[in-house]
């Protein structure tokens, strides 16, 4: 997938009844488009893929992409458990709706309690059935969270079926190892970091881009960073910038999606918070940190003369 910058991992919006909202998934797709956005990771935690069916998962899929009309690429996730048969068949699903590679979920091609070589012969097997799709990695901390080590990253990238890794390991000096083991295996592949707290210095590292939460808030901020990360005129301007997203951290994660959404609302988005995963009370304690959350990001658009895209 030939992108370098942010991709956001898309929320669902859904209706007060609890169905997927299309129009509201049509007016978020086009803010992070707007925002600069360089490819759409449709179908994935964010999204509360676990809580869809198979066939909403591929009508949001295919949605997002008619709404993207070509624009930038598409991925989505394609494995959701069971037998390797049957998630390559769902990834072959997926991949005919025409997106631009399929991501794998690294807890759900082994068990917990599985060794390296059976999640190996896994990934190889589901290679093997899945025949030339392009294939990605999402280290999804749900239902457990299985980090990819370098050298395995290493060899799945060697194969040139990889073509997009959301790294969530949490750990720098692991990103670096492996964009260092898998420097030049194949043109199309990028490692994405989740974790914003070294957002910057992963950047500088050789990191592709930025596939994190935080664009769910404010998609044109996670551009700007990407674009300007090492830019020497605005060396000040980064660090608070990487500065206000490390404490911030908290705050965007309280019963998260729900805040990401009343976030978006505030900006002016017309979704509703509802969503189908428990994620706990959405009490008025949280509610006054987003609203100084978004006090706080106002402030700093003023700052540095960035555009609000709402």
């Known amino acids: 997938m030939e992108t370098k910058g942010f991709i956001p991992v898309m929320l669902t919006p859904f209706k007060d009844n609890g169905n997927i909202d299309?129009?509201?998934?049509?007016e978020l797709t086009e803010v992070?488009?707007?925002?600069?956005?360089?490819?759409?990771f449709a179908n994935c935690l964010s999204s509360e893929m676990f809580e869809l069916t198979d066939s909403e998962r591929l009508q949001v899929i295919e949605h997002v992409i008619h709404i993207a009309a070509g624009e930038v690429p598409v991925i989505a996730t394609g494995t959701f458990g069971g037998p390797i048969a049957k998630q390559a068949d769902f990834v072959k699903r997926v991949n005919d709706t025409g997106v631009n590679a399929v991501v794998t979920i690294t807890s759900l091609l082994a068990q917990e309690q599985e060794s390296d070589d059976i999640f190996e012969n896994n990934v190889f097997e589901l290679f093997k059935?899945?025949?030339n799709i392009p294939l990605g990695f999402y280290e999804c901390p749900v239902p457990y969270k299985r980090v990819l080590k370098p050298a395995q990253l290493?060899?799945?990238v060697a194969t040139g079926r990889v073509s997009y890794h959301k790294d969530t390991s949490l750990d720098l000096d692991q990103i670096k190892q492996k964009l260092?083991?898998?420097?030049d295996l194949s043109p199309d592949f990028g490692l994405y970091?989740?974790?914003?707290v070294h957002a910057v210095e992963s950047l500088k590292a050789g990191s592709a881009g930025l596939s994190c939460i935080q664009g769910n808030y404010f998609p044109e901020l996670i551009v700007w960073l990407c674009d300007h990360y090492n830019d020497p005129n605005l060396t000040t301007e980064i660090a608070v910038v990487q500065e206000f997203l490390t404490d911030h951290m908290d705050v965007m994660h309280q019963v998260y999606p729900i805040v990401s959404k009343y976030f978006l609302q505030k900006r002016g988005l017309n979704i509703s918070t509802f969503t189908r995963r428990n994620v706990g009370d959405f009490t008025p304690a949280i509610i006054a940190d987003v609203d100084t959350l978004m006090h706080d990001y106002?402030?700093?658009l003023h700052d540095f003369n960035?555009?609000?895209?709402?």
């Not at 260092?180 to 420097?183: I, Y």
């Open 22 to 26: 299309f129009e509201g998934l049509t």
């Open 32 to 40: 992070y488009l707007e925002a600069g956005a360089a490819g759409l």
């Open 129 to 131: 059935q899945t025949e």
């Open 154 to 156: 290493q060899q799945f």
């Open 180 to 183: 260092a083991l898998t420097k």
């Open 193 to 196: 970091d989740a974790y914003m």
């Open 298 to 300: 106002l402030k700093l």
């Open 306 to 310: 960035i555009k609000v895209i709402i």
